[in-house]
Every structure is written in C-alpha cells, then in structure tokens.
C-alpha cells in the first residue's frame, strides 16, 4: 500500500464543481422556512413531534454511533433503527445486543461490514435517515453516498479532517438543500437550551459590540487501544481512530472544534486567518500534538485565543468566552457587566424540591435528534452540514498554523489540496512512519 503518511499541504486548486467563487458564499443561509424565530438558532423542543414512522441505519457502531442511535429513537414516537453496518464485525455484534437488550431487535440481514458496508446499507428503499459516527476520515464519502440515496442525515462532528473533505462536505450540502433532504450535525451546544438562550441575549446586544473571545478544552490524555495479536496495521489505526490525524484530525478537530464553533456562532462568522503553535512532549500513541494554542483572527482587531491541550496532571476545564463593550459571557448560562456584576443568568428548570437544576430539561444530544424528526415531520428545512464544515475547517486552518508555524489565510486553506487520506483504503501493512510536524521546516503536515 502507498505510504499512508503522504501529505499535501497549500496547494491552489480550483473549486470546480461546487459552482462557489469565494469563501463567502458557503456562510449563504438557507432560503427554506426553518421555523426559528432567530437566525441561527435551534428549536428547543420537548420531543420529536408525532408523524410517519421514519426508519434510520447506522454507520458507524462504535460507542459514539450506538449512543446516537439510542438518541434518535428516545426523541420521539415511532423511530426504529433498521441497519447497522461498520468496518468490524464485533462492533455491529455489540450494538445489536445494545438494542437487543431494549427489545429492539436489529435484523441480521441489514447489517453490513466492510468498507462498502455503507453503500449496501444506504441501498435499502425503506430507510429515511442515516446516522453518520465513523471516524470523520470517512464523513465527506459516506454523506455523499446518503444524499444520493435521497436520504435525511445526521452527521457527527467533525465532518472532515482536510480541505479537499469539507469541500466535498458543502458541495453535498447543496445537493441535499436542491432535493429537501434535512441534515443535523452533532454540535450540541447549538442545541443546548442554555446556549441557546444566551446566544439570543448576545445577539439583542446584552454584551454591545463583540471586541475578543477565547475558548478552551484542556483534559487528560484520551482513550487509546493496545494492538492484538492478528491486527494488521489498517486494523490498529481504524481500531485507534482518534490517535491518527489522517483519521480523526487531531483533538483540535475531535473535541476543541466544538468550542471553536461556539465562537463563531456568537462572531456570526468564521476568522480571516490564524497563527499559532502546538507540540507533543507527552503523547505516546499515533502521530498527533498534545497542545495547541491558536490565535484566530475575525478581521477589524478582533481576535479569539483558542487553546487545547491533552496531558495528564495538569489543569482541566472546557469552555467559552465572549467579550464585548457593554460585557462578557460564558456563552453557556451567564452575562456579566464589565465590573464583574451579573446582568442575565439562565433560569434552569427545577426539581422536586424546588431547587435548581445544573442542566436543561433535555440533553442536547437528545435535541440534536428531535430537531432533525421535527424538520422532516413539519417541513421546517435544516441543513447544518455547511455551517459545520465552516468550523471544522476554522479547526483545520489552526491545526496547520500550529503544524507549520506559518500564518494561515482563510482562503489559503479552503483552497488548498491537502488530503490526509490513503489513495486507497484496505486492510494490510501500512507504512506507519509518521514523521511529527515539526514548525518552521519544508515538511508540511
């Protein structure tokens, strides 16, 4: 197999074929109804209202992918999960016995391995939605696959890991807006009811003009797998998915992007460029930093610090901050003047006994789900795929500052031809040397 560590870094390829000029014109809203009184928000639902019943397959039966199976048919009456299909046979065995145990049986024949499992599920004429939780490498080829098979989508962040995956990712987008097909992506904190409430606040001017943000996800290091015996090199990778750039991206992509996409729902708009820096002093496993600090700037001197970092013993916390010229705001639940005195708090329901509750009433994973039923029960169009292409690559853009040492353009990185995938993907040897970027050098990512 070709040296799967191949990289290609800025190159200027034309976007043929998605009919966009600039970047500009992916940010464009859909014209549809949505139904939300405003823009660029989610409804807040109390469940998926009732209609025809609506079948959905999973790809991908991972921890991830079941817990959003379980997801979609807990928010609301008549949701059936129908197929299953992954690259391993134990992952499909694990999930069946998830549902098993519900008294939700999965049928043995709709249920595909491989890596063309996802086009023989995506076949079946009765399924309406599929459930996209593979490693995001596969996000861009398998989303194309359900649209052309006239299928609603829900996809799990992040949706690419490079360039040449998030043009494809808004060039289907498009395809599925031209034939009413809703798409739901799982940036749960824009369907969160606190964020939801405090965007809206933000957004009638309770902060004034936004000057600066940062965000952060700062945690131990993350799960990892240790090779047995009979893997063979694509095998361990895809079984360590999230230790492997060209699979996952790195953790600025698998977790940080949720935070970055939090920023730019309350800028209103993805950064002009980045610079920054990242290294890897204590990772052991895959090919990947275990730091990064990123500045990203939004044009007219605003700029947002994001940072993520995963090394054991130090100190943790995940979040957001919006700073304007009338205050400031966790995005979450709080909006404080520029004295440090509360000027709005989110009322969370309460319990039993009167007291306040520390979260809302409905998971936002949850929501995610019953946002996409409602849109395809109602007829209240959404497609978040474009919106969350946007900030994967606002992810991909600080991971290449930080990879390279070089400021990154906005245009330069959506143009750009880099492609962290395998010409081909099959199970065998794989030439595993993986060369760390190091800033400052020819040897791009």
Not at 176 to 201: M, P, S, W
Not at 221 to 233: C, L, P, S, T, Y
Request: proline share 5%; charged share 20%; aromatic share 10%.
């Amino acid at each position: 197999m070709e040296n799967i560590g191949r990289r290609k870094f800025i190159g200027k390829t034309a976007l043929a074929g998605i009919g966009i000029a600039g970047a500009g014109a992916f940010l464009t809203s859909c014209s549809r109804k949505t139904g939300n009184e405003v823009p660029g928000v989610a409804p807040v639902l109390s469940g998926a209202p009732k209609g025809r019943k609506l079948k959905a397959g999973l790809v991908g039966t991972g921890a991830r992918g079941t817990g959003a199976a379980i997801n979609f048919i807990s928010c609301g009456p008549d949701l059936e999960i129908i197929a299953l299909a992954d690259v391993f046979q134990d992952k499909i065995d694990a999930c069946r016995e998830r549902f098993a145990s519900f008294n939700l049986p999965i049928p043995a024949e709709n249920c595909f391995t491989g890596f063309d499992g996802y086009k023989k599920l995506m076949a079946l004429s009765d399924i309406d939605v599929v459930i996209l939780a593979t490693p995001p490498q596969f996000r861009p080829e398998h989303f194309l696959e359900a649209v052309q098979n006239n299928k609603h989508c829900f996809l799990e962040k992040p949706v690419a890991v490079d360039p040449v995956g998030i043009r494809s990712v808004m060039a289907t987008a498009k395809k599925a807006e031209a034939i009413g097909l809703n798409v739901v992506t799982g940036t749960q904190r824009r369907h969160q009811e606190d964020y939801i409430e405090t965007f809206k606040q933000v957004a009638s001017g309770a902060i004034g003009t936004i000057t600066s943000a940062k965000a952060f996800w700062n945690q131990d290091h993350v799960w990892f797998r240790e090779r047995e015996e009979g893997w063979n090199d694509m095998e361990y990778m895809i079984r360590n998915w999230n230790n492997f750039c060209w699979l996952c991206g790195d953790h600025i992509l698998d977790t940080h992007v949720h935070n970055i996409d939090v920023v730019n729902w309350f800028m209103g708009k993805h950064p002009e460029k980045a610079i920054g820096y990242g290294g890897r002093h204590r990772r052991v496993t895959g090919d990947q930093y275990d730091f990064f600090s990123i500045d990203f700037d939004y044009g007219n001197g605003v700029s947002s610090h994001s940072m993520c970092r995963q090394i054991d013993s130090c100190a943790n916390g995940t979040g957001e901050l919006i700073i304007g010229t009338e205050g400031y705001t966790n995005c979450q639940n709080t909006i404080w003047d520029l004295d440090g005195n509360i000027k709005w708090k989110f009322e969370y329901p309460k319990d039993e006994n009167g007291n306040a509750m520390n979260a809302v009433k409905i998971p936002p994973y949850v929501q995610e789900h019953m946002h996409l039923v409602w849109a395809i029960r109602t007829g209240n169009y959404v497609n978040e795929a474009e919106t969350t292409a946007v900030s994967t690559l606002t992810a991909i853009m600080g991971r290449t500052a930080a990879y390279t040492g070089r400021l990154i353009t906005w245009d330069e990185i959506l143009k750009s031809d880099m492609d962290l995938g395998p010409v081909k993907i099959e199970f065998g040897p794989v030439d595993m040397e993986f060369p760390v970027p190091v800033p400052g050098t020819p040897v791009m990512i």
